[in-house]
């Protein structure tokens, strides 16, 4: 293992990672509130850290990774009682939704993936600490507020100052009569009518937000551990209200990193429901592949805010399917052979780019370098060299979780959907009404009886209209094959 360094938000730089155990990481992400399907801006945070630990193990560290689920919450409320359905029937629906949507993408499962309402009793036993230790303080009306004020590094995460936020406070914080200071958050919520409560010493009621991810990352990796990842609008408040209340319920350092992952722009505007740019990560996976998907997040550095459109979802297309051109080519003229041997030197540069603050963007770059070099092994049948460019570019991409589809299938536009091969994707995007599968074959058929019957202008005026409409041909000692065009 390497040392590698990574952007802590906390101290706003890069710094070389220590574990608190040689050889070992522990790491919490944020998760999903499940009352919805996944949008875009979910995938980023499921790809960007799916890739992240694939490249951690692969460097030899051993990576207990935690991704939470909040089961429970004001949203699921209010949708489970609009649906007329109960909370468990609406998150078990949404969960099992953000688990196909992640397999889709290519993601490893989590090593654990606690519920927030199998966590209760751990949740209340932090509040009572807290309560206990006189930093949090039961309402009249049954609430109990963490009081800011009794923690006095509040705001080291986000950089902000209690003082300076108190200034106009009144006019942007819903100031509730029974907080003792407008910036006090909400550890337990007394119950309201018709709503999911739990017993409790303060009264019926249920969990806020944030001290769900207290309770379910000290109880999965400890009171302090490596690494805690989310994005960046989490940072504030719900990542420093974490903090406030671990620390001050347990008396050690929560969290040594913290990595947030940048926002994604819909055509230059915050992705939002209300601006009607919101996309589910099944409305976009319903016009593109999966795969495409996660090279678009894969190709821009995880803390980069990245503009989501379509123009740069066809772009990431052309560029994933020139990695899966090259490895048809090269299974073509060789087979799907293996060596153990890879290009040491490119091997490094790629690691060297994923271990400063794993930059994408760099290791892509080293990707492309590898498949020049396998193309012209392959077109100058230099079989040794291309074995050894192709073991190489097989074990970075399979580092990032990218061409693990049949490359004829993914050339083709097709794809496995509940156990059968269909194709569903256009041949080329950025063509309307491109050809299908099946008038690609006629064509190609309709070439070689024109070559049989020695009418060769013909012949290449199909191969010229194919190529038109971003279709390559490729004649082989196997027949004639076709590709979509770089």
């Known amino acids: 293992m390497q040392p590698f360094v990574l952007y802590n938000s906390e101290q706003r730089k890069k710094v070389e990672f220590v574990p608190r155990v040689e050889g070992h990481i522990d790491m919490y992400v944020c998760g999903m509130t499940v009352y919805d ?34 089961d429970i919450d004001d949203k699921i409320i209010k949708r489970a009682n609009e649906n007329g359905e109960s909370i468990t029937q609406l998150t078990d629906r949404f969960i099992q ?9 290519g993601c490893l499962h989590p090593d654990e993936a606690p519920r927030a309402t199998d966590y209760i009793d751990q949740m209340q036993s932090m509040i009572g600490n807290l309560v206990k230790k006189g930093t949090a303080y039961p309402s009249t009306n049954g609430d109990v507020y963490f009081q800011v004020e009794k923690f006095a590094k509040y705001g080291r995460l986000s950089g902000r100052k209690l003082e300076d936020m108190q200034a106009g406070a009144s006019e942007r914080v819903d100031v509730e009569v029974e907080k003792k200071h407008p ?39 400890g009171n302090h551990f490596d690494i805690h990842g989310g994005g960046s609008d989490l940072m504030f408040p719900h990542h420093e209200n974490e903090i406030a209340q671990s620390e001050a319920s347990t008396g050690e350092q929560y969290v040594n990193y913290w990595m947030h992952v940048g926002f994604i722009n819909v055509d230059g505007e915050k992705m939002s ?36 459109s379509d123009v740069a979802l066809k772009e990431a297309d052309t560029a994933l399917t020139r990695f899966y051109n090259s490895f048809k080519s090269y299974q073509q ?20 780019a994923m271990r400063d603050d794993f930059n994408t963007a760099e290791a ?11 193309n012209r092994a392959v077109k100058e049948q230099q079989a040794e060299q291309a074995a050894i460019y192709y073991a190489t570019l097989r074990h970075l991409t399979n580092i990032l979780g990218l061409v693990q589809h049949n490359p004829d299938d993914f050339i083709k536009g097709k794809i496995e959907e509940n156990g ?23 064509l190609i058929q309709q070439r070689q009886d024109a070559k049989k019957a020695k009418e060769f202008a013909k012949a290449d005026g199909i191969r010229q209209s194919l190529l038109d409409q971003g279709v390559v041909l490729e004649d082989t000692r196997q027949g004639t094959i076709w590709r979509r065009a770089d």
């Open 420 to 442: 059968e091969v269909i194709q569903k994707y256009k041949i080329v995007y950025s063509i309307e009404g491109a050809l299908s599968e099946e008038q690609i074959e006629d």
């Open 183 to 221: 910036f006090d958050f909400v550890l337990w919520k007394h119950a309201k009518e018709n709503e999911p409560a739990w017993a409790s010493p303060w009264g019926k009621g249920r969990p806020g937000w944030h001290i769900e991810c207290s309770a379910m990352s000290t109880c999965c990796l």
């Open 37 to 70: 399907y996944c949008h875009i801006g979910h995938a980023r945070v499921m790809v960007a850290f799916d890739y992240i630990i694939r490249f951690l193990r692969s460097q030899g560290w051993s990576v207990k990774y935690v991704r939470n689920i909040t």
């Open 333 to 352: 003229a060789y087979g799907d052979t293996h060596v153990d041997t890879l290009d040491e030197t490119l091997l490094e540069r790629f690691n060297s």
């Open 364 to 374: 892509i770059a080293v990707l492309f370098e590898v498949n020049k070099e396998l």
């Open 97 to 105: 939704a953000m688990n196909e949507d992640a397999e889709n993408l």
């Open 273 to 308: 429901k209300s601006l009607g740019n919101f996309f589910t990560i099944r409305d976009v996976m319903d016009k593109f592949h999966p795969e495409v998907i996660r090279y678009f997040i894969v190709s821009s550095h995880y803390r980069s805010p990245v503009n989501f």
